[in-house]
């Protein structure tokens, strides 16, 4: 079974997006927020019971990388949307490109950076 912490839930959520080459991605006035997949997913993804991710979601909230949107999701902070695109920036890069566009990707990437 996977070792579960923060940096791996975000690593599997970029993997999920990537594989099913689906990245939502909701540009407010001051911020980028990036659409997480469900607990559920996240669970199934990494073949683990779905209570045992549930904890790191409280934690990911309270250490301001994601927040809960009634009727849409969990959705990344300022703060968790940096974290995410720097791991599709570092690890993911080609797979990352080749969903949103070279310019796309770097235009968010340096949006992510001045939040």
Same mark, same amino acid.
């Given at each position: 079974m996977v070792a579960l912490s923060v940096d791996?839930? /975000?690593d599997a959520a970029v993997r999920i997006q990537l594989l099913e080459r689906s990245i939502t991605i @909701? /540009? @407010?006035q001051n @911020? !980028?927020? !990036?659409? /997480?997949?469900? @607990?559920?997913r996240l669970a199934e993804f990494l073949d683990v019971p779905h209570y045992y991710v549930l904890p790191y979601f409280a934690m990911m909230e309270q250490e301001e990388l994601v927040t809960r949107a009634e009727r849409v999701g969990i959705l990344t902070t300022a703060k968790g949307s940096r974290m995410m695109i720097g791991i599709m920036k570092v690890r993911y890069l080609q797979e990352? $490109?080749?969903i949103l566009g070279h310019t796309i990707f770097e $235009? !968010?990437?340096k949006k992510c950076q001045t939040e």
């Open positions: 791996v839930l /975000f @909701t /540009f @407010t @911020t !980028i927020r !990036i659409k /997480f997949p469900t @607990t559920r990352s $490109e080749g $235009e !968010i990437a």
